[in-house]
């Protein structure tokens, strides 16, 4: 397969390697320094596109893409007030796409484990609960885009939650989200639910990024050829 990156930072650098352990070519590296790759004529020579930059160029780069014919791996956080346009265009122009806040399998999994726990809590009002997520301190966005998918997810389930906020809480209608900032940290992510009796915590900790980039090499090649919009749950058909 044919991968352009677009982005190549610590996460760009940690796909190449694996999609070139795994056989696959890596033709354009696609980064500040170069980007006049970023048209159609070099987008177009890629099977997929994989896309990890910023929050304030991933939206217009993923409409390159669509431009170019070439479908999208996107995994920079910090944008997704523009989703619903990016999702609107794709299905208008008949193109690929795949966004996740997080492509660790292991994270996709602990998600499924955290509706879970928020279906069960549902009943038992008498837990609060919080999260706490923890990154280097490179990171641009707060909180991470994990987390907010993991708030969403517990939004969905807990009546008694109304919204997120990314700071210590005490109004009981208010998910508390504490954003924590040290290095290494590749990401941690605890969601803990507190009564007077007891606690339970729930918690995900990457050791490296290797599970963020082998998440986004399996998703581009399982993107391959497809049109639509798709997340993890499809590739890992959870
Ligand atoms: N979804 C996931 O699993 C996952 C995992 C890790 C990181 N991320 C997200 O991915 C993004 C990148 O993370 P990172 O750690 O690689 O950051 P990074 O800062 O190391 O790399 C980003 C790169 O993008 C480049 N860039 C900036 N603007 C660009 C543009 N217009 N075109 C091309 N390249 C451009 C920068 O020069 C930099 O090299 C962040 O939003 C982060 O939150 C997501
Ligand atoms: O290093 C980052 O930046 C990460 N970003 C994603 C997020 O915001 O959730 C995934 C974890 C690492």
Same mark, same amino acid.
């Given at each position: 397969?044919?991968?352009? @990156? ?7 650098? !940690? ?15 696609? %980064?500040? $320094? ?8 070099? @987008? *177009?020579?890629? %099977? ?14 993923? @409409? ?24 609107? =265009?794709?299905?208008?122009?008949? *193109?690929?796409? #795949? ?14 484990? $955290?509706? =879970? ?6 009943? *038992?009002?008498?837990y609060d609960v919080k999260m706490e ?7 641009? %966005? &707060? ?8 708030a969403?997810?517990i939004? %969905?389930?807990?009546? =008694?939650k !109304?919204?997120w906020v $990314?700071q210590e809480s005490? *109004?009981?209608?208010e998910l508390s989200i504490i954003?924590? =900032? ?8 605890s969601i803990t639910y507190t009564? !007077?009796?007891?606690d339970?915590t729930?918690?995900?900790? !990457? ?8 998440? &986004?090499?399996? &998703?581009?090649?399982?993107? $391959? ?12 058909? #959870?």
């Amino acid at each position: 397969m044919k991968i352009a @990156l677009i982005g190549y930072g610590k996460m760009g650098k !940690a796909i190449e390697a694996i999609a070139t352990a795994k056989g696959h070519t890596v033709i354009h590296r696609i %980064d500040l $320094n170069n980007k006049h790759l970023l048209d159609k004529e070099h @987008l *177009q020579q890629a %099977d997929v596109a994989i896309e990890f930059t910023t929050p304030e160029t991933a939206y217009s780069n993923i @409409l390159k893409c669509f431009e170019a014919n070439v479908p999208v791996v996107c995994g920079t956080t910090g944008w997704l007030e523009k989703l619903p346009d990016v999702k609107a =265009r794709c299905l208008e122009k008949h *193109q690929g796409f #795949l966004y996740a806040s997080n492509f660790s399998i292991g994270v996709n999994i602990f998600f499924e484990i $955290n509706k =879970r726990l928020a279906e069960l809590m549902s009943t *038992q009002p008498q837990y609060d609960v919080k999260m706490e997520e923890i990154h280097h301190t490179q990171k641009k %966005d &707060a909180p991470s885009g994990t987390a907010i998918t993991l708030a969403e997810h517990i939004l %969905d389930k807990l009546d =008694r939650k !109304a919204g997120w906020v $990314n700071q210590e809480s005490s *109004q009981p209608q208010e998910l508390s989200i504490i954003s924590k =900032r040290e290095d290494p940290a590749p990401g941690t992510h605890s969601i803990t639910y507190t009564s !007077a009796i007891d606690d339970i915590t729930i918690t995900h900790t !990457a050791h490296s990024r290797e599970g963020f980039a082998a998440g &986004a090499v399996i &998703a581009a090649e399982w993107l $391959n050829g497809k049109k639509g919009i798709f997340t993890m749950k499809d590739v890992l058909s #959870l």
